[in-house]
């Protein structure tokens, strides 16, 4: 005669099956949890840390997938007393602009000069001007002073007027960047 009831068997069953939904529902939190934490870290923006010297600053979202491009600058006495980095953003694949950085359009740049060389900043200034005139981007300030630190004198500038669709929805923040700057 068989027996009603669920048994021993049945028994380790039912409770093998609480201990999976147990298991599945704290793992399934903790996913969750640690996918809220990216999003938060993500809407923070990014910070872009510079350790040759000494500087960083906050990036917004608008700036995911940033490439930097380095550039060290002979003064016109012919020293290396300037470097410069500018930050670019991806094109769009159907974008036809020809840019430094093939497929990256480059929208603003920090530079730095030597602060033993501080005589020279209104050289780099009057360099960057004459860039402009040869953009036909005249009526942008050049060159404001974003920071010092022991060595350098940190310059910021907006390299384009005139962006792609990414772009210019990233030069809106750049006031927002330029004041993020902090040197350490």
């Not at 910070?47 to 016109?76: C, M």
């Not at 694949?93 to 990256?104: E, L, V």
């Not at 962006?163 to 006031?175: R, W, Y």
Request: proline share 2%; aromatic share 10%; glycine share 8%.
């Amino acid at each position: 005669m068989m027996k009603k009831g669920f048994g021993l068997g049945g028994v380790l069953i039912i409770v093998g099956i609480i201990v999976l939904v147990v298991v599945s529902y704290y793992y399934t939190e903790n996913q969750k949890e640690a996918i809220d934490n990216n999003i938060e870290e993500i809407s923070e923006g990014i910070t872009y840390i510079n350790e040759e010297y000494d500087f960083q600053l906050a990036l917004t979202n608008a700036w995911l997938n940033y490439k930097t491009l380095p550039h060290i600058y002979k003064s016109l006495s012919g020293e290396d007393d300037v470097f410069g980095i500018d930050f670019c953003l991806p094109l769009s694949s159907d974008s036809s602009m020809i840019t430094k950085i093939p497929g990256y359009e480059c929208l603003f740049k920090i530079s730095g000069i030597s602060i033993e060389k501080s005589d020279k900043l209104q050289e780099k200034i009057t360099l960057c001007e004459k860039e402009q005139e040869n953009l036909n981007a005249v009526g942008r300030k050049c060159n404001n002073e974003i920071g010092r630190s022991d060595k350098y004198i940190f310059l910021s500038n907006v390299i384009v007027n005139d962006s792609s669709n990414e772009g210019s929805l990233a030069l809106k923040d750049l006031t927002k960047i330029f004041e993020s700057f902090k040197t350490f």
